[in-house]
């Protein structure tokens, strides 16, 4: 892969975040009902920030579980590469609940597709909003983000990179030409 640019730098991930924590708690009337699941691996990572932003808005931290949607990908045709289902790590009930499911990259839709499947294994949530670091478009499913840090229109040439601190020792978003 080739490096074209780096779109966000970490101070304009901190804005995106800050901004998104306050769209959450506006559309939501509050945060009494709100859970974060982030899917893994970096989404799980967005997630933890965004409740922490939330919490240093309104003093109330909210609950993040961690969402493996490896065995609900449709893309795994072969026996050989379905993964071990892997239970979710969801440290509350869903049922009756407004999750944010937070991702870094919206692309295709089959990964939020995937998400959601796994989530109604676990229960019924009152309502579900996506919440994305980066919509780069491209989408074969009709799924919209509800919030959204940036929107980079790309080719499918393109590859976007979220790295961040907890992952990968820094905080950047970049584009590279496959």
């Known amino acids: 892969m ?3 640019a780096e779109i966000m730098d970490e101070a304009s991930i901190n804005r995106s975040l800050i901004r998104i924590s306050h769209e959450i708690i506006e ?5 009494d009902n709100v859970y974060l699941v982030g899917i893994k691996t970096r989404g799980v990572t967005l997630a933890k920030m965004i409740s922490e932003k939330i919490f240093s ?6 609950q993040v ?4 949607i490896n065995h609900y990908r449709d893309d795994l045709t072969e026996a050989h590469e379905i993964p071990e289902a892997s239970p979710p790590l969801l440290p509350f009930d869903i049922t009756g609940k407004d999750l944010i ?7 295709s839709g089959r990964t939020v597709r995937a998400a959601i499947e796994a989530i109604f294994t676990q229960g019924r949530p009152s309502s579900i ?3 994305i670091l980066v919509d780069r478009g491209h989408r074969e499913l009709p799924f919209r983000a509800d919030f959204v840090g940036k929107n980079v229109p790309t080719s499918t040439q393109e590859h ?6 907890e992952n990968d020792g820094l905080t950047s978003v970049k584009l590279y030409k496959l």
């Open 2 to 4: 080739e490096f074209k």
């Open 27 to 31: 559309r939501n009337k509050g945060i």
């Open 57 to 62: 808005i309104e003093g109330k931290k909210l």
């Open 65 to 68: 579980g961690e969402l493996d």
């Open 101 to 107: 499911l937070v991702d870094d990259v919206l692309f």
């Open 129 to 131: 909003q996506l919440a």
């Open 160 to 165: 976007i990179a979220v790295l961040l601190p």
